[in-house]
């Protein structure tokens, strides 16, 4: 009983200690940089004949979107205001170029979106400030002072890739991926949908006569088209009277419903895999937008903080939706993840350090956690909220930077050759990054002119062995009669740490390591600051012309074979591209 008293005694004295030091020490919460992915907002249905275009409502959504963004993350110190939590460093007035990284697809409703979102993150100079905070002016040689047209309006830095731009997967990863078209031709003729679209024609059908006819054909209203039917429905609930007024409330949530449905099955299935076993091919949009969400931390705290402050992605609810699933946030405690985000959500992952406010210098990783936030929509009942990520109990918003970035490691993709294989994808720039002679075939691996005789590549590795082995007689013959001794010269051991890219990790790589107990990561710089405009959209997947079987059999018949499925060929100076974002974006890659 003695032994115990005391042990009590000595734990309350360490406890009162510690409390005591962290009373004496004030530890100063500083944002470092935000991530921000947002859906695009209203637009123009799909399913009209003319393209969809961003409408003023959408504008306006957006507009509000940026503006939120700005209170919390812009406003200035002084603003004494709750939710205010600056960015360490960042231009609050006059938009400087360099401090962002925006990113958008290139249809025309996401990127009037991104334009809109920035006219409230950065508004123009006079409307807002009257010219307060502007940084120089423009003088002219006659004595006068110019600013820029539309009360000094701010003209920001977008970057859009289209399909072919390799920088499009991170917003658009299900997007030219053959295999992820398969999956959801899969889905189309499984039970569990033709359950679904058996027990709902009635509800479809219903419909038909005064709401959809003209616009969808007797054949293909029913749950196929879900979404594309409640995206149209929605549409005239809020831009045309007559139709509005034809809708009830219950017609319009039940085909909201089934459209949630509909557009969860197709991408947040994570059980579903398709070239391999677990590549979680219906949620492979979650998967890039993981890795962009590393890359622009990684290069924040590479350059400490000197550039990506806040990084802009703009887009369609796919990827959201997708790493909503990997991420562990879809469960009965967070309702908010069952449905659709609404136009302009955004998703904001918020990189911050606690240290004592003594501390100047750029805080260690140890010190750098990770905070998720949730804006579904931007009505005005509409907050931010943070959730936790993977799993963890609701009172754990906040996660160190290691174990976040060991959580998205679960399931993210390492660099572009990984998409590319993952989906079997024929997409432009695959071959650059599948194989070194540009000749690789998605349906088995091999060369369309490989006849069975030696290919170039391995004639020419075969003479490369053939070299080192005469090179190694010669030495021998050396050793032998000229007395010719090697010794082992000692070196610094290397850190054996993991990190960003593991054991594929070059040495030119600039990298995040993380110490194998897990206590914080090490910044790891190399001499190239260069870094690549992240950079793409909306495509339809599952509509009428998903009926078409002949697309199907062919993204089907382009899995690759067992043989083909290997281990990741090793990294060469020279033919890897990681995800590190020091790669240029759109750099030719050429191979000998």
């Known amino acids: 009983m003695g032994a115990r008293t005391t042990l009590g005694a000595l734990s309350f004295y360490f406890l009162a200690l510690l409390l005591a030091v962290h009373a004496q020490t004030t530890l100063k919460h500083q944002v470092l940089s935000t991530f921000v992915y947002t859906r695009y907002g209203d637009r123009t249905p799909f399913v009209l004949p003319i393209s969809p275009t961003l409408t003023p409502l959408g504008a306006k959504q957006l507009y509000e979107a940026g503006s939120r963004v700005r209170q919390r993350y812009l406003a200035p110190e002084s603003d004494n205001s709750t939710e205010a939590a600056s960015i360490s460093g960042i231009a609050s007035y006059q ?79 299900s997007d030219n991926c053959p295999m992820y078209l398969a999956s959801t ?33 007797d054949a293909s209203v029913g749950y196929y088209d879900a979404y594309y039917i409640y995206d149209y429905l929605n549409y005239v609930s809020l831009h045309n009277a007559t139709l509005a007024q034809q809708i009830s409330l219950e017609q319009l949530t039940t085909a909201k419903i089934l459209a949630d449905d509909w557009v969860f099955a197709l991408n947040a299935d994570v059980d579903t895999s398709g070239s391999f076993p677990g590549d979680h091919i219906r949620a492979i949009a979650g998967r890039t937008l993981a890795t962009r969400i590393l890359q ?10 000197t550039s990506d402050k806040m990084t802009l992605l703009f887009g369609s609810f796919e990827p959201m939706i997708a790493f909503a699933a990997l991420a562990g946030l879809v469960s009965p405690q967070n309702a908010a993840f069952y449905n659709v985000p609404e136009p302009g959500s955004s998703f904001i992952f918020e990189l911050y350090s606690l240290q004592a406010e003594d501390i100047d210098t750029y805080p260690d990783t140890s010190d750098i956690y990770v905070r998720f936030f949730y804006q579904n929509g931007t009505d005005p009942d509409s907050s931010l909220v943070a959730y936790p990520l993977f799993g963890l109990s609701p009172s754990q918003t906040m996660i160190s930077l290691a174990d976040f970035i060991s959580g998205l490691e679960g399931f993210m993709l390492f660099n572009i050759e990984d ?35 030696l290919s170039p590549v391995v004639a020419g ?71 690549p405009a992240p950079v793409r959209g909306h495509e339809r997947v599952g509509s009428w012309e998903l009926r078409d079987q002949a697309k199907a059999e062919e993204a089907q018949g382009r899995v690759l074979n067992s043989a083909a499925i290997g281990p990741r060929r090793p990294s060469y100076e020279d033919d890897e591209m990681p995800i590190s974002p020091y790669t240029p974006p759109v750099a030719p890659h050429n191979h000998v």
Not at 296 to 305: H, R
């Open 185 to 217: 031709n899969d889905y189309y003729s499984s039970p569990a949908f033709e359950a679904v679209q058996n027990s709902t024609a009635e509800f479809y059908s219903s419909l038909q006569p005064n709401l959809l006819d003209g616009v969808f054909s």
């Open 461 to 531: 590795v075969i003479g490369a062995v053939v070299t080192l082995a005469v090179a190694a007689l010669l030495f021998a013959g050396l050793m032998l009669i000229a007395g010719v001794r090697l010794h082992r010269v000692e070196r610094r051991r290397r850190s054996d740490l993991g990190g960003f890219k593991g054991g594929n990790k070059l040495a030119s790589d600039q990298d995040l390591t993380l110490d194998k107990g897990g206590a914080g990561a090490t910044v790891v710089h190399t001499e190239d600051p260069t870094y």
């Open 296 to 305: 622009a931390f990684y290069t924040t705290i590479n350059t400490q903080g």
């Open 419 to 453: 998409w590319c294989q993952t989906c079997n994808s024929f997409s432009v720039f695959c071959p650059a990054f599948t194989d070194i002679d540009g000749g690789f075939s998605p349906s088995n691996g091999q060369s369309p002119n490989h006849r069975g005789g």
């Open 95 to 173: 938009l400087e170029y360099d401090q962002l990284s925006i990113l958008s697809t290139d249809d025309q409703y996401v990127f009037a979106s991104a334009l809109a979102f920035m006219q409230g993150l950065y508004p123009p100079l006079e409307t807002m400030f009257n010219y307060t905070y502007l940084a120089g002016e423009s003088p002219m040689s006659n004595g006068s002072n110019l600013v820029a047209p539309l009360s000094g309006y701010q003209y920001p830095n977008i970057n859009s890739a289209g399909s072919n731009d390799l920088n499009s997967i991170w917003t658009s990863g």
